[in-house]
Structure formats: structure tokens, C-alpha cells
């Protein structure tokens, strides 16, 4: 079976905290995608990691991809309130037009 | 920036009723796609199409259909729309090539009486 796991499903953190967010995926694939979604509305894209040692930062948050271990990691620094929000990892299933999307990660940032 | 739209917004609409959730996307995408999301939830593949008169079914097709007459439009119809329809309805395309990152629509929000 295809699937895209996530872990933690939900994260409450003190603004300051540093923490990771685990991608696990069980299909082949060429690439690895993360979202971000803000409640009620739709995904953002964040990043798109190619190859295996890739790694794409933004601000506070950085993605890396561990094709032999199909895992992918987004890893948040300093956090700030700003960042609550549910982030998604998709991968993109090799010889298809399909994507898989995780369970996604409920993010809540604390003051 | 994507530019992908997606009409209406919101609708609140009868049991039994017909209703098509419009997409259409600026930027020349081949491939196109519908998903189905409770709100904060996973999502769940409808139909996706990658080019003009192509369409393939995902996971929750068999209430629905697509339609791919040209490239910028993927019109998604419920033929006859039941309670459990209630959702948010996500529209995405992506190109064939190069990232194949998705663009995601503003979304539709159905609630069905």
C-alpha cells in the first residue's frame, strides 16, 4: 500500500523551542513536497526536494530528504506564533501523474 | 505566484441537487486535479487529468465526474449531492516537467443540506 506517514499528528511548542516534523513514505519517488495550510484555507507550497541530501531552507524552516530512508524532515527553529499552521508532506509516486499527501501536522505555537 | 481559481467559494445546496465546482488555471498546466479535504484532514483524490480529453478517477470518484475539453479548465459535477458531499473541495495543477510542484486553488466550501 502507498502511504505517507507524519509524525507528529499534532505539536503544541513554546514560542523560542526548536523541533522536527518526520515524513515517512513507503512508495518510490522522485520528489518530496511540504504545504502549509492556515485553517480554512488552502496549501501553500513550502518546498520541493529533488534528490537525496537535499536541503531547502526558508526563515525558520528547513526540509531535508533521505531517499534510501524515505524520510523527510522539517525542522523548525525558534518558532514564533506565526507558524501555527497544518503542514502536509506529499510525494510525488514515480511512474504516475498521482500525488500521496500525509496525515499532515497540526502545528500550535504558544506565546 | 500560481494562478489557479476556483468558483463558488462557498455553497450551501439541497439534497439531490446537481451542482459543477469550477477550476480554471492561467499558467498552461497539463495536469490538473480535484481533492477532497475535511477541514485540517488529509486529502483524498477525486479525479485528475493530465492533458486536453484525458481524466482518470483517484480515490473518491465514484460520486463524481470531470471534464478536460481545454487545457485551463477542470470543471468537477456532483450529479446528486448528499450530506456526505459537506466539504472542502481543493483544485491543484502542476506541470509535467521540471518540480511537478501542485498549485492549489482558493478551495470550495460545500455544505450540503
Known amino acids: 500500500e502507498l502511504k505517507v506517514e507524519q509524525n507528529p499528528l499534532f505539536l503544541s511548542m513554546q514560542e523560542g523551542k526548536n523541533y522536527t516534523i518526520y515524513c515517512n513514505y513507503s512508495?518510490?519517488?522522485?520528489?518530496l513536497y511540504w504545504y502549509r495550510q492556515d485553517p480554512g484555507k488552502s496549501l501553500e507550497s513550502l518546498f520541493v526536494?529533488?534528490?537525496?541530501?537535499a536541503v531547502k531552507q526558508e526563515g525558520r524552516l528547513m526540509a531535508s530528504l533521505d531517499t534510501k530512508a524515505r524520510l523527510s524532515t522539517l525542522h523548525i527553529t525558534a518558532a514564533v506564533h506565526d507558524l501555527s499552521a497544518t503542514y502536509f508532506c506529499?510525494?510525488?509516486?514515480?511512474?504516475?501523474?498521482?500525488?500521496?499527501f500525509g496525515t499532515g501536522t497540526r502545528l500550535k505555537v504558544l506565546a | 505566484e500560481a494562478d489557479i481559481y476556483q468558483t463558488p467559494r462557498y455553497l450551501v445546496i439541497g439534497t439531490g441537487k446537481k451542482i459543477t465546482l469550477e477550476c480554471s488555471q492561467t499558467?498552461?498546466?497539463?495536469?490538473m486535479y480535484w481533492y477532497q479535504q475535511d477541514p485540517g484532514m488529509e486529502l483524498h483524490l477525486i479525479h485528475y487529468?493530465?492533458?486536453?480529453?484525458?481524466?482518470e478517477k483517484g480515490d473518491l470518484s465514484s460520486e463524481s465526474t470531470v471534464s478536460r475539453i481545454r487545457t485551463e479548465h477542470f470543471p468537477l459535477t456532483l450529479e446528486s449531492a448528499r450530506p456526505s458531499h459537506t466539504s472542502q473541495y481543493l483544485c491543484?495543477?502542476?506541470?509535467?516537467?521540471?518540480?511537478?510542484?501542485?498549485?492549489f486553488g482558493p478551495g470550495t466550501r460545500l455544505l450540503v443540506l
Open positions: 491543484a495543477s502542476s506541470e509535467l516537467g521540471g518540480t511537478k510542484t501542485q498549485y
Open positions: 512508495t518510490t519517488s522522485d520528489r
Open positions: 526536494l529533488l534528490s537525496n541530501g
Open positions: 506529499a510525494v510525488d509516486v514515480s511512474g504516475t501523474y498521482k500525488y500521496i
Open positions: 499558467m498552461g498546466h497539463d495536469k
Open positions: 487529468s493530465y492533458g486536453v480529453n484525458s481524466t
